[in-house]
């Protein structure tokens, strides 16, 4: 009895402390909860109320600038006001940049202006005016096969143009143009790189992104110019007449001064596994130009939302729900950076998503998990199978964005793939406001959250068998 007794004590502290001892609940199991989740967050706009309030009281969120303080504050409020039972901040540092004014013209053929934007990191013109021949190249790839000298006191224009796809995997093919290419033309002997935006779109506008120099080689100014702007660049070179470019550029380049930056993070507590997480996230931050609704002001309203879903339950899931709010994604996920360094291996996060990809409904759930997993998962999946939404064949998933960084560390991941052909429309341009925002598919993805979270926080799967 004695003898008894003790095992049982045992095996009770074992079920409150070891990750693995969690009863697996079925998908069968919680199906009442499930649907009352999807009927409670079909029913409600908070996710996008959530994104109204960011994207007008405190507008753009880029590192440096007082929105980016100001998001901080206002994450922290609105977290205690929708109920989580922790919320706190983890702060770190980053590089600080900023952008000024930009004058951009062809002054051959003819003297015309051009809209273009100073790509984030890139220095500016000293308040002088640069100008120089273009001289086009197809990709970086060309641009990197000039012979050395061979741009001395010419601009360099990198004229590809992205691909739209559902998947936005077009992205993947522009952006390092973006990101080197003013290394590379520099080691050309260039003094300015010009691209075409990293973007789908026809408007006249132009797609800002960060962009690194190399260690060692001359710092040139980066500007990306309109997808219009670019096909008159490109006819007019094709006639085989100097196409002359002039650029006034007020960025400030690398300062060496560093900004104060934070993650958020809430907490719906779990009831039996508390020290278990189930993780959503989405970043804080914004480029400058907009007012970051779809980049990424929706990611944080929806995984607010689900949490504050979850939260408003009578019974709690057993393990906890936490939503993390990345700083500094855009300039090269600093703040997820920051949470792996501080989180160590991360063995107590069980799962996570990111919703970092605009404002497409949801159609597949891409899992990264255990094979012993799979199978909840797919039961899981086929409980999402009347909202459209199928199983991915492939079980590689990292996690979107900042999340992909908590997956390389070991951290099993979902990605929900929604219909991303036009994210890469309004993507770091003037456009991305709140207006763009499809208001239906944003309550249809936060519901999808908010019962992915549920899910993975009761069912008491180890996903990483
Ligand atoms: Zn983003």
Do not use: C
Not at 111 to 134: R, W
Not at 267 to 280: A, H, K
């Amino acid at each position: 009895m004695q003898r008894l007794h003790a095992l049982s004590t045992l095996l009770m502290v074992g079920l409150l402390h070891s990750p693995l001892s969690l009863a697996a609940t079925s998908v069968a199991d919680m199906r009442d909860t499930l649907d009352q989740l999807k009927a409670t967050s079909t029913a409600s706009e908070l996710a996008y109320e959530l994104t109204e309030s960011l994207t007008t009281e405190v507008g753009p969120r880029m590192v440096g600038t007082p929105g980016s303080d100001k998001a901080i504050d206002w994450a922290v409020a609105k977290m205690k006001t929708l109920g989580f039972d922790k919320v706190w901040i983890e702060e770190s540092q980053a590089d600080l940049w900023t952008r000024g004014d930009t004058n951009a013209q062809l002054t051959a053929p003819y003297p015309h202006k051009l809209v273009a934007l100073a790509l984030g990191g890139s220095v500016g013109t000293d308040g002088k005016t640069l100008t120089g021949d273009i001289v086009r190249f197809e990709t970086l790839d060309d641009l990197k096969a000039a012979a050395p000298g061979s741009l001395n006191g010419k601009i360099a224009y990198v004229a590809y143009r992205m691909e739209r796809h559902i998947d936005g995997h077009g992205y993947g093919k522009a952006v390092g143009a973006r990101v080197s290419g003013a290394a590379v033309a520099a080691e050309k002997g260039a003094i300015a790189f010009v691209m075409r935006s990293v973007g789908t779109d026809d408007n006249r506008l132009a797609h800002t992104g960060v962009m690194r120099y190399k260690d060692g080689i001359r710092k040139i100014p980066a500007v990306a110019v309109s997808n219009p702007d670019a096909d008159l660049m490109d006819n007019a070179l094709k006639r085989g007449q100097p196409v002359t470019f002039s650029l006034q550029l007020g960025a400030s380049g690398p300062t060496g001064k560093t900004v104060r930056i934070a993650n958020v993070l809430g907490e719906i507590t779990g009831t039996t596994n508390p020290d278990e997480f189930v993780l959503l996230g989405a970043h804080l931050d914004s480029w400058d130009v907009g007012t970051g609704a779809i980049d990424d002001g929706i990611g944080v309203g929806m995984v607010m939302a689900a949490a504050h879903h979850i939260g408003q339950l009578k019974q709690r899931p057993a393990r906890s729900v936490r939503v993390l709010l990345f700083a500094a994604e855009e300039i090269g996920l600093i703040g997820a950076k920051d949470y792996v360094a501080r989180h160590g291996d991360l063995k107590n996060h069980v799962i996570g998503a990111e919703w970092d990809f605009g404002n497409g409904n949801i159609y597949e759930l891409a899992p990264g998990v255990g094979p012993s997993s799979l199978n909840a998962i797919r039961d899981f999946a086929a409980y999402l199978t009347p909202m459209g939404i199928s199983l991915a064949s492939t079980n590689d998933a990292k996690g979107q964005s900042d999340m992909s960084l908590l997956g390389e560390a070991g951290m099993p991941a979902v990605n929900f793939e929604p219909d991303g052909s036009d994210y890469f429309d309004y993507h770091h341009t003037e456009n991305d406001t709140l207006d763009k925002v499809n208001r239906e598919a944003l309550v249809n993805n936060t519901t999808v959250y908010t019962l992915f979270a549920y899910f993975a926080a009761q069912s008491g799967v180890d996903f990483r068998q």
